[in-house]
């Protein structure tokens, strides 16, 4: 066992201790309860985005079945995860952004205030807080960013799932309402259909002005390099 890089002093883990060590190295160090923070839709270029927040009991009760990355799962194993979590976890919560707020906000600061606000509603305040990525500011509790924390910490798996299953239910409701742009398949993310579909339709209610796509669909953008599409806030990451 070792003394893993960022992880307050005390708290030990093998490097083999699969998807809950580091909630039991946190444990074992006197922090308890641990909070997993994650989002879902940041790189969609329509639709909301999605935060949430979960605390997993320590031992068995808190091991959920197929528990992994939301991107990992299928939809179906996906929604069973769901279910286990919120019917496991010692307190769980899940925020939405809609797409107003994220053109108003840039999707950075949409992204950091999705996590602070479901971590605020969490009704069992967390001793430590896991994020996925990068650090969230003014949580007032410590925490650690990881990278692709979701693969590696169950709370932020658990999160994951809940954002990534509230998120996919959103846009499916959209869907209903939008139906030329194929909201169920793609759920809001650039893809080839979808992009024919702005192309053909222009952009509707619910897509993110900031992106260069929308934009240019809008007619407010007019053959943008690519060079410059990342500071209008193009996203193209894997689909969340």
Same mark, same amino acid.
């Given at each position: ?31 308890? /309860? +641990?909070? &997993?923070?994650?989002?879902? =839709?940041?790189?969609?270029?329509? %639709?909301?985005? @999605? $935060? *949430? ?81 990068? /650090? +969230?500011? &003014?949580?007032?509790?410590? =925490?650690?960013?990881?990278?692709? %924390?979701?693969? @590696? $910490? *169950? ?86």
């Amino acid at each position: 066992m070792t003394t893993s890089p960022g992880l307050p002093r005390g708290a030990t883990i093998r490097r083999d201790a699969g998807l809950y060590g580091y909630e039991r190295a946190l444990r074992r160090a006197g922090l308890d /309860p +641990v909070a &997993g923070v994650d989002e879902a =839709g940041r790189g969609a270029c329509a %639709g909301p985005l @999605v $935060a *949430a927040a979960a605390i997993l009991p320590a031992g068995k009760a808190g091991q959920v079945p197929e528990l992994n990355d939301s991107k990992l799962l299928t939809a179906k194993a996906r929604e069973r995860c769901y279910a286990q979590v919120t019917k496991r976890a010692l307190a769980w919560s899940v925020v939405v952004i809609d797409s107003e707020e994220c053109d108003r906000l840039g999707m950075h600061v949409a992204n950091v205030e999705a996590l602070r606000r479901a971590l605020a509603r969490l009704e069992l305040r967390p001793s430590y807080v896991l994020t996925d990525g990068f /650090p +969230v500011d &003014g949580l007032e509790v410590p =925490g650690l960013a990881m990278w692709k %924390g979701d693969r @590696v $910490a *169950a709370c932020i798996s658990a999160a994951s799932v809940i954002a990534k299953v509230t998120r996919d239910r959103i846009m499916m409701q959209q869907h209903e309402r939008w139906p030329d742009y194929d909201f169920a398949t793609h759920k809001g993310y650039i893809t080839a259909e979808h992009s024919e579909a702005l192309a053909e339709h222009g952009p509707c209610p619910i897509h993110r002005m900031r992106f260069v796509n929308v934009r240019r669909a809008a007619g407010l953008v007019d053959d943008v390099p690519l060079s410059l599409e990342p500071q209008l806030e193009l996203d193209l990451e894997e689909s969340r």
